[in-house]
């Protein structure tokens, strides 16, 4: 008698590590802004890990996507124009196709430079990129979660130039006051805004000493470009929910992280790369989860 043997290949599901998908990421906000020779590179670089840890590690959300996030940890990104970061990581996580990414700032796009809703993209709750207005809607949207006992999490980017909006100040009061005890806000404190360095536009001075004296629990991460740190931090700021205060997270990045040309110049806050630039860009971030598809 003879038996015939069959060989089979077990297909095996790979899961990335947070730093191959957020290399990954990094690859697409460079070829989305160089796609639509518009955009802003250096915030959304800087700011990577932090959405690849708020989004493959940290957050309970869920790519089918509702406006009113019942049950789910919800994000405001109230520095828009780093969308590039922001749609990359929601495609990336499956809210929409890869493919769409190609779309960035064309016309007719849903991925418009500064995330709105009138264009209904999953994973955009709030219109952004009028700068300091993101913590109010964030404050407004954690005690909503209160009022329906709603038990998870609001959590806010903010960049640090954008403290220069007073509108921000006021929010931070009201969340002290009101005891905001559900939202925890990231400040990107990478020293760097459009027109300069931060201390020579409008000089705030000690960030951490300011927010503590309005009343906020302040953690510091000294490296936010560092994942094991981000998610650490986050994970440990999280520990201070429900204790009567709002939480802030300051957090050091490195404006262009990832590509030695942008590293720590404010010119690239708003400034597509040329091909020459791209490649020699691209050149210096590895490939790990494969390019979105062109069109």
Not at 56 to 71: A, E, R, V
Not at 100 to 128: C, M, W, Y
Not at 155 to 183: I, P, S
Not at 232 to 258: D, Y
């Amino acid at each position: 008698m003879f038996f015939k043997i069959r060989f089979v290949k077990l297909n095996t599901l790979y899961m990335p590590t947070l730093q191959e998908t957020a290399s990954q990421i990094r690859r697409d906000i460079l070829r989305m802004v160089h796609g639509a020779n518009s955009g802003h590179p250096g915030g959304s670089l800087g700011c990577t890990e932090f959405f690849t840890a708020l989004y493959f590690k940290i957050l309970k959300h869920n790519p089918s996507f509702s406006m009113d996030g019942k049950g789910e940890d919800i994000f405001f990104l109230s520095n828009g124009h780093i969308s590039p970061v922001f749609y990359a990581t929601l495609a990336r996580s499956g809210y929409f196709e890869l493919k769409e990414l190609n779309t960035f700032r064309k016309l007719d796009s849903r991925l418009q430079g500064h995330p709105t809703t009138h264009e209904h993209l999953p994973g955009i709750r709030v219109a952004s990129g009028s700068l300091g207005q993101g913590m109010s809607v964030a404050i407004g949207a954690a005690l909503a979660k209160k009022l329906n006992n709603d038990p998870q999490t609001v959590f806010t980017l903010h960049g640090d130039g954008e403290l220069d909006e007073g509108q921000n100040w006021e929010a931070l009061m009201f969340a002290a006051h009101h005891k905001v005890d559900n939202l925890i806000s990231t400040v990107d404190w990478n020293g760097q805004q459009i027109d300069g360095p931060t201390a020579k536009v409008m000089n705030l001075g000690n960030l951490p000493e300011k927010f503590a004296s309005f009343g906020w629990e302040v953690i510091r991460l000294e490296d936010g470009n560092n994942m094991d740190l981000v998610v650490s931090t986050i994970e440990s700021a999280k520990t201070f929910l429900g204790k009567g205060k709002p939480i802030a997270i300051m957090m050091h990045t490195v404006m262009g992280k990832g590509v030695d040309f942008m590293e720590g110049h404010h010119e690239w806050h708003g400034v597509a790369p040329n091909d020459e630039q791209l490649a020699k860009a691209l050149a210096q971030i590895p490939e790990t989860l494969g390019d979105y598809p062109a069109i």
